[in-house]
C-alpha cells in the first residue's frame, strides 16, 4: 500500500498584541521545492517574490480588514496591503507550523477525501 500525500491545512492563530484575533489558514502539504523556494526568495533579497509564491501558493484565508472595513483579499494583490512586518509574520508562522506538525500515520480513506479534523490542524501562540 503506497501512502497518499494528503491536503493538510494549519489554522494558525496569532496571540501577539498586534495580530490579536487574526486567523491565518494555509497549506501545510505543500511541496518540498515549494517550501524551500519560499525560504530562498526571502532570504536572498527577493522579499516580494517570495511574499507572492506564499500567497498564490500556501495562503488560503486570513480575516484581515483594511482601515475601512473591508475585507482584504487573501492573494498576491491583498499580500502587498500588509504592513511589512504583519506580511512577515504570516510567513513565518507557516514555516513554523509546517516544521513542527508531524505527518500522522492515519489510515487511507475510503473515498479519497479526509475529514475536516484530519486535514485541519490548529497551531497556536505564533
Known sequence: MAYRLGQREALIEFEDLDLNDS???CKLDVP??????IEALMSNNEVRAGFEK????V????????ANNKDIPADEKGIMQLPFNIALK??????LAVQQIPLENN???????MS???????????
Open 23 to 25: 486567523e491565518l489558514r
Open 107 to 113: 489510515p487511507p480513506s475510503q473515498n479519497g477525501n
Open 54 to 57: 506564499f500567497a498564490k501558493e
Open 32 to 37: 518540498l521545492g515549494t517550501m524551500l523556494e
Open 59 to 66: 495562503l488560503i484565508s486570513w480575516s484581515f480588514i483594511d
Open 116 to 126: 475536516e479534523a484530519e486535514s485541519t490542524m490548529p497551531v497556536a501562540g505564533v
Open 90 to 95: 504570516l510567513v513565518e508562522g507557516w514555516l
